[in-house]
């Protein structure tokens, strides 16, 4: 079993949807949590942290389950820009905090 | 502030060649990592460092070397190229600093084709 698991999809979202995807972790000693936005054949970005009492960032929500072990991210009103790749990602699911595990990704596709 | 720099961007190789790829980061982290990246898989962390003089094996380190011998630049050699190692790598750096919610920055990535 994968450490970090996301559904790959595509999810397709008209434009000025809501959508919203999990990641689900095995290590319950995980202690970080992120999201990275990785565009085609581009280099990952961060898009968020993620904590516990879970954050906003404009039109971005991301929550923590740490009982049911996953995340969560929530884009509301979706524009075209917001057509990625979004990467779970998930730190100290091993023995150092220093070493981060990825999720395969979810596909997003916001059309007009 | 150029952030995190790779060269080459792009190899051809044939089998039982070698390489090295650079890394570059000119953000003082003391944190560096080298990923590939294939179809389906996600990012898989070959080998990283945590400092000037130490590395440390990741989840798919055989095939690989690596030296950090300056902070500021981490090399990832291929000492024999197979089919296998086909892929597209990165590297990252990171920072120790808490404040910084141990933020990874990603160079453009290398796209490795051995043939």
């Known amino acids: 079993r994968k450490e970090v698991e996301q559904d790959p999809g595509p999810f397709n979202v008209p434009e000025g949807a809501t959508v919203a995807f999990n990641c689900t972790y095995s290590n319950s000693a995980s202690q970080s949590f992120f999201w990275y936005r990785q565009d085609c054949r581009k280099e990952p970005k961060l898009l968020m942290s993620v904590y516990s009492s879970g954050n906003e960032d404009g039109r971005f929500t991301a929550q923590l389950n740490r009982a049911s072990q996953y995340i969560s991210l929530l884009i509301r009103d979706s524009k075209l820009s917001d057509s990625a790749t979004y990467l779970c990602?998930?730190?100290?699911?091993?023995?150092?905090?220093?070493?981060?595990?990825f999720g395969a990704g979810t596909q997003v596709v916001v059309t007009p | 502030n150029a952030g995190v720099t790779q060269t080459p961007k792009f190899r051809v190789l044939k089998t039982g060649q070698s390489m090295t790829l650079l890394c570059a980061q000119d953000m003082n982290h003391e944190y560096m990592y080298w990923y590939r990246q294939d179809p389906g898989m996600g990012l898989r962390l070959i080998h990283y460092?945590?400092?000037?003089?130490?590395?440390a094996k990741g989840e798919v380190p055989d095939g690989y070397n690596v030296s950090r011998l300056k902070k500021q630049n981490f090399l990832l050699g291929l000492e024999s190229a197979a089919p296998s190692q086909t892929s597209v790598y990165f590297c990252?750096?990171?920072?120790?600093?808490?404040?910084?919610?141990?933020?990874?920055?990603f160079g453009p990535g290398t796209r490795l084709t051995v043939t």
């Open positions: 990252a750096s990171s920072s120790t600093d808490r404040t910084s919610s141990y933020e990874q920055y």
């Open positions: 990602v998930v730190n100290g699911a091993t023995d150092s905090w220093g070493k981060f595990q």
């Open positions: 460092s945590v400092g000037e003089g130490t590395t």
